[in-house]
């Protein structure tokens, strides 16, 4: 689970209502995604670093499709697949990459859950996922499923969210009630042991936070929402937060004003591994899952 301590299932997400957030969320999302876009090119720059040609790329929470696009410029002779959770989501990938140059092979589309990957066994070369796995139940079976997708000597590159994250949100709320309204975020160190467990091999792990501002908290929530980034716990309250309850966590929030603003911290995980060079694909756990093989590229000059 998405959690730090001893939480219980308190802090299961709902998966349908995620989806249901991020579908409303589509159409705006890049308006208040400007994290998610410094964080995304940081990992394009990482790549720099690395010796890969893949002939199969999975984008794993392809979100509004600016990373596929990016990868496509990179590998252009790549075969790239935009999976997201979120129907809606993917049409704005495809809005953002309709205008191929008549060599490139335009971008699959797949809709379903990080957690139970459509995909057949070592179909994959490099797997690409901006700020995604959070949003993810299991992270142990969800990086099982990255490892049994990725071909021998595949590269898994990925980014979430650490425990920091959103802080001063989450304090703030425990002085209004005792629900959940923040998500947990699984530490660094815990995620490097969870690729490990994958059988992972050679993870690199590291960190960096971000301090987003804001003049009021109205405008922080508006940004979250704007994303689809809602509270999708089990142990959130039910129902609409009353003005009470608002005007209590504004006043608590007030606490961390600092220069006239008010700031939100993002903790994010930096993390890549490589599937062993010459293990067997690992099976899916998943029964009654169709697994969708991906021919290889044709080259179009044979």
């Not at 299961?12 to 159409?27: C, E, G, N, Q």
């Not at 696009?69 to 075969?79: C, I, M, N, Q, T």
């Not at 060599?103 to 589309?109: G, I």
Request: aromatic share 8%; hydrophobic share 40%.
């Amino acid at each position: 689970m998405n959690k730090s301590d001893n939480n219980t299932s308190d802090f299961l997400l709902d998966k349908s209502r995620v989806r249901a957030s991020f579908d409303r969320a589509a159409a705006r999302y890049d308006e208040a995604a400007a994290l998610q876009a410094e964080v995304r090119n940081r990992m394009l720059e990482r790549l720099d670093l690395v010796k890969l040609v893949p002939d199969c790329i999975l984008d794993i929470g392809a979100g509004t499709g600016h990373g596929v696009a990016a990868l496509a410029r990179r590998y252009k002779k790549s075969h790239i697949i935009a999976f997201d959770l979120a129907f809606n989501m993917l049409l704005q990938t495809r809005r953002h990459n309709s205008s191929w140059l008549p060599w490139q092979k335009t971008p699959a589309l797949v809709c379903g859950d990080a957690e139970r990957l459509p995909f057949g066994d070592g179909c994959a070369d490099l797997i690409f996922s901006n700020l995604t796995i959070q949003w993810c139940n299991d992270l142990d079976h969800t990086l099982r499923e990255f490892r049994r997708v990725l071909k021998p000597g595949g590269l898994l590159m990925f980014t979430t969210f650490g425990p920091d994250t959103l802080k001063e949100l989450r304090h703030s709320w425990k002085a209004v009630d005792g629900y959940n309204h923040v998500n947990t975020f699984i530490d660094m160190h815990d995620i490097g042991d969870a690729l490990m467990r994958a059988r992972l091999t050679t993870p690199v792990m590291d960190v960096e936070n971000f301090t987003l501002t804001y003049p009021d908290i109205q405008r922080l929530m508006r940004d979250l929402k704007t994303i689809g980034a809602h509270n999708a716990t089990a142990g959130r309250a039910r129902g609409l937060t009353g003005k009470t309850h608002l005007r209590a966590l504004a006043a608590a929030y007030e606490h961390y004003r600092r220069g006239g603003l008010l700031p939100a911290t993002y903790e994010v995980v930096y993390g890549h591994a490589w599937a062993p060079e010459h293990a067997a694909p690992q099976q899916s756990e998943e029964p009654g899952v169709f697994k969708v093989a991906f021919p290889p590229r044709r080259n179009p000059a044979a």
